[in-house]
């Protein structure tokens, strides 16, 4: 079993190499996600400064499944299936 505790920008990797390029705007919105809210503190989060990474972590995963969510529909082929599996951490 894989371990309990991740960092989301790993996940947001693993789950890059699973979607396919020609999925261009689910991979651009991660893209974004990434770079904007990741790599650097996005506006809405400067508040938070102070919080704890755990804390951080956790807001963020929200955020990326609400990403997957709107941007990957319905859950019918082999990708989505394994994006699913990476993302509950079951892959």
């Given at each position: ?13 693993r789950l890059l190499e699973v979607i396919p390029e020609d999925q261009t ?67």
């Open positions: 079993m894989p371990s309990s505790y991740r960092y989301v920008k790993d996940v947001i990797q705007l689910l991979r651009e919105k991660i893209i974004e996600f990434y770079d904007t809210t990741i790599k650097n503190v996005a506006p809405r989060h400067k508040y938070m400064w102070n919080q704890a990474p755990e804390l951080m972590n956790s807001i963020y995963f929200e955020e990326l499944a609400y990403i997957l969510e709107e941007n990957s529909g319905v859950i019918d082929t082999d990708w989505k299936r394994t994006l699913v599996k990476v993302f509950a951490n079951e892959e």
